[in-house]
């Protein structure tokens, strides 16, 4: 293509949605890595072709602009394929959680009025329990083999040109429905359209400062939007994305592929940063390419925050934000780590969630929606470009949540004179023992501080005197030992005798969800009849 056919061409995209995106890429770095995952590498050229051979495929089925089409699989290269389908197709994309249960997944197709399922190799067999219960479904897509009585991604793509299709796709329209984690409840739907979706890619791209020869390893999963968020900036500068297929965080995979890759971005939750601190073996790895190290979905513990910053030094980054809120709401960047050898009080910021996020508007609130003062806890609540529209299908429950164009989190927390935010708890989690509140927060950081805990989670109980008692669901690092007795004794050298927890219970693990957050509605159900 000469040089004036090239110029042409780019200026046909005006970045309006990502399909512009896709497009630009393959023309400006046709050769360049856009997706690698295990022994598969796609160029942003080939990239686009198989995009385009899925959206005529998917038309050539019967598959129309606005259709929802979900996805049921763990992390692989066709995941990227079909959000790609779903920007420059018109359709909205779905993706589900493949740990649900059977009757937990057949309740979300439903919800979605998906009429294509796209599946991976090892839930084929979940899949067909549910097809007699999914009437609504039309068309079923394998990702790999040819599967009896389903289409085949692989031989869709081998029948269909790769020409650009030529439709009509607004910046406006519905492109994808990200599932809220279902912490507090039954999950729900946040709607996005091509442009929030756009909004949010750019402001990640300029706040982590992503460059065309960065390399990001996607650890989260493709299916949540807080793996999703930071798969999409990298690919938006011309960078690569480093897919890790695997159903369950492995240290050593991980470690393996920075080194093999080179990779210079990550993003983990807590419980994963622990696990890669933990190993033996970590510095057998070359780990020198590692920039940037950015952790989510769940409060980190300050002590284990700390052992990061020393094993890697001031690389990390923090993001805080919802599912609803597209994600990021506030962070705290790189230069706000490098306060390890300063004062404990300039040491605080790093238990905060940062200020807020370029293009966000955020307030602290009381229960009359009134702004409160520094260091006066009430809700926090968010305005940006990069919300989501709606709870799909569910215009009460998004009444209740999307008030005067702002986000309602259910979060709790504070502001200081320097604007960085601080989480005290979840609206629904705070505990109301003896007439006090009681924020699980506040006591979750001081019993991570005890030298025999690797993970907590504080909740409030019934109780016949307090009515709600505090009580901590505790689990020991291997091979320590605590007793009830000496924990909560702890907790009273470092707390009101109130907020201390009355009772202890020691488990092997916590309920989690995919993102890593602890299911605290499950813990909570678990001890409400129980007087452990």
Same mark, same amino acid.
């Given at each position: 293509m000469t040089g004036n056919l090239v110029l042409k061409e780019l200026s046909r995209y005006q970045i309006g949605t990502f399909a512009d995106i896709i497009c630009r890429n393959a023309l400006l770095h046709p050769e360049g890595e856009a997706f690698v995952c295990g022994s598969q590498r796609i160029t942003f050229a080939q990239y686009n072709d198989r995009v385009n051979s899925l959206v005529h495929a998917l038309h050539a089925s019967g598959v129309?602009?606005? @259709?929802?089409?979900?996805?049921?699989?763990?992390?692989c290269l066709e995941f990227a394929d079909v959000y790609g389908a779903a920007m420059k197709g018109g359709f909205i994309a779905s993706p589900f959680n493949p740990r649900l249960h059977r009757e937990e997944l057949e309740y979300l197709i439903h919800y979605s009025e998906a009429n294509t399922l796209f599946i991976g190799q090892d839930l084929l067999e979940t899949v067909n329990s549910l097809r007699s219960h999914l009437p609504k479904v039309k068309y079923y897509i394998s990702f790999g083999d040819l599967v009896p009585d389903m289409l085949s991604h692989d031989e869709m793509l081998a029948a269909h040109p790769p020409q650009e299709p030529d439709l009509n796709v607004d910046r406006d329209d519905p492109y994808l429905i990200f599932y809220t984690s279902g912490t507090t409840g039954v999950p729900r739907g946040a709607l996005y359209t091509h442009l929030r979706k756009l909004d949010n890619t750019r402001i990640k791209a300029l706040e982590?400062?992503?460059?065309?020869? @960065?390399?990001?390893?996607?650890? +989260?999963?493709? %299916?949540?939007?807080?793996? @999703?968020?930071?798969?999409?900036? /990298? /690919?938006?500068?011309g960078g690569c994305n480093v897919i890790m297929p695997q159903k369950s965080f492995d240290p050593a995979a991980v470690l393996q592929v920075i080194q093999n890759e080179k990779a210079t971005d990550m993003q983990v939750v807590p419980t994963q940063l622990s696990a890669l601190l933990s190993r033996q073996d970590l510095n057998d790895y070359d780990l020198s390419s590692l920039n940037r190290i950015y952790y989510a979905a769940s409060p980190m513990p300050l002590e284990l925050l700390?052992?990061? +910053?020393?094993? /890697?030094?001031?690389? /990390?980054s923090q993001g805080y934000g919802q599912t609803e809120s597209g994600p990021q709401i506030c962070a705290l960047p790189r230069k706000a780590h490098q306060v390890l050898d300063r004062p404990p009080e300039e040491q605080k910021v790093l238990t905060s969630c940062g200020q807020p996020s370029l293009g966000v508007h955020?307030?602290?609130? @009381?229960?009359?929606?009134?702004?409160?003062?520094?260091?006066?806890?009430g809700e926090i609540i968010a305005q940006s470009d990069s919300l989501m529209v709606e709870y799909w299908n569910r215009p009460d429950e998004t009444r209740e949540v999307l008030i005067d164009g702002w986000l309602h989190t259910g979060d709790l927390g504070y502001y200081d004179e320097n604007g960085f935010?601080?989480?005290v708890d979840r609206k629904k989690d705070m505990i109301v023992t003896g007439g006090e509140n009681v924020y699980s927060r506040e006591?979750?950081?001081?019993?991570?501080?005890?030298? $025999?805990?690797?993970?907590?989670?504080?909740?409030? &109980?019934?109780?016949?005197?307090?009515?709600?008692? &505090?009580?901590?669901?505790?689990?020991?690092?291997?091979?320590?030992?605590? $007793?009830?007795?000496?924990?909560? $004794? %702890?907790?009273k050298a470092h707390l009101a005798s109130y907020k201390a927890p009355k009772s202890i219970a020691f488990v092997e693990s916590l309920p989690k969800s995919p993102q890593g957050k602890i299911l605290k509605k499950d813990i909570r159900k678990q001890y409400r009849n129980s007087n452990d």
């Open positions: 129309k602009k606005g @259709d929802v089409i979900g996805i049921l699989s763990w992390n982590i400062g992503v460059k065309p020869d @960065d390399r990001h390893v996607l650890v +989260l999963p493709f %299916f949540h939007i807080g793996g @999703d968020c930071h798969v999409w900036p /990298f /690919f938006l500068v700390r052992k990061g +910053l020393e094993i /890697f030094g001031p690389i /990390f955020v307030r602290v609130v @009381d229960e009359s929606g009134l702004d409160v003062a520094p260091g006066t806890v935010i601080y989480i006591i979750e950081d001081v019993l991570y501080r005890h030298p $025999a805990i690797g993970e907590v989670a504080v909740v409030g &109980v019934p109780d016949p005197v307090w009515v709600e008692r &505090v009580h901590a669901v505790v689990v020991l690092k291997a091979d320590a030992v605590a $007793a009830e007795n000496d924990v909560i $004794a %702890f907790c």
